[in-house]
């Protein structure tokens, strides 16, 4: 039997770039390997990491960031059209305005990252359910991204992996490789204090859980969600497997 390709590809501009592919499903398939990556920003690939982002295939980019980060980091593969959709980041602001009034510890960090977590599905479902009708189109290989690849990404490919049919578990296990992989930029709010700029350059399964806190709270339920939030009935779920897992 064949090894499995690599799930972490160790490019030097972007430490966070992933496969969703290889996760098996509740129905007894698999998630492709090489049709989804999930990534920090393509803008500070070298010469090396280009060349093998074009040899995964890669034609489609789904970027998270908002209107000052974009302009930050343009993704720099030529042949990779980029799709925006728009979530502003909101927790930096928010710790120099705590760190301001003198109240800024580490666990204030920690229940800001929660809420924006749940902000995702309060006011930023849109972006997500933009998301899901690009997948269900032909645009893989593809790769969904922000700035770390860690918050908004990393919601976005739990409700991928869980609208395919993942368990929890496996789910959590992915979310939680950032931890393992990301390298941070030390050059990013280095004006906070070092146990908050951890806080805010991991994830923690707090924070993905507070998420999903917010969809029982509005929703009821994630099946729900992803019916009425993300508008994925019986007809998208099935073409969403059949484009995306593999028996």
Known sequence: ????????LALQGAS????????????????????????????????DDIEIVRALGVRSAFDFRGLEERAAGVCVVNEITVHSLPIEPTVVAALRAELARGTLTAPVALELMRESYRN????????????FGHLLEDRAPLVIHCTAGKDRTGFASALILHALGVSDDVIAEDYLLTNRHY????????????????????????????????????????????????????????????RYLQS
Request: glycine letters at 8%; charged letters at 25%.
């Open 120 to 131: 995702y599905v309060r006011y930023n479902t849109h972006s997500f359910r933009a998301l």
């Open 183 to 242: 390298r941070r930029d030390a050059s990013n709010a280095s004006d906070l204090p070092a146990d908050v700029l951890d806080a805010i350059g991991s994830v923690e399964a707090s924070y993905l859980a507070a998420a999903f806190e917010a969809v029982g709270s509005d929703y009821g339920d994630l099946e729900t969600y992803l019916r009425d939030g993300l508008k994925l009935g019986t007809a998208e779920r099935t073409a969403l497997k059949a």
């Open 16 to 47: 966070n770039f992933r496969d969703l592919g290889g996760y098996p499903t509740i129905d007894g398939r698999t998630t492709r390997w090489r049709h989804i990556f999930r990534s920090n920003h393509l803008g500070q690939l070298t010469a």
């Open 1 to 8: 039997m064949s090894e499995p390709p690599a799930r972490h």
